[in-house]
């Protein structure tokens, strides 16, 4: 009977990134910033991205963490304050 060489898994680095919502121009479509998929708040279907995690403080939002479902970077979107003024 032959061995099978099992195959040694390498660990896959996540990266974090921050994305300020101010800076962002247009309609609010931005590229990720490990990838570069387009990342855009028209997309309900969560195929480019999921929401991981929402946070709140006093009933508005203050961050959004999402994760990009091609490399699997966490973005946190960042400058809800400005549109809650709009």
Do not use: W
């Amino acid at each position: 009977m032959e061995k099978k060489k099992k195959r040694k898994m390498k660990p896959r680095l996540l990266l974090e990134y921050k994305v300020d919502l101010v800076k962002i121009e247009g309609s609010g479509d931005f590229p990720c910033p490990q990838c570069g998929a387009k990342l855009s708040p028209e997309d309900q279907t969560e195929d480019t991205y999921s929401i991981k995690e929402i946070k709140t403080r006093r009933d508005r939002l203050e961050e959004l963490v999402i994760q990009c479902n091609r490399c699997k970077s966490f973005i946190h979107l960042a400058g809800f304050k400005l549109l809650d003024s709009l």
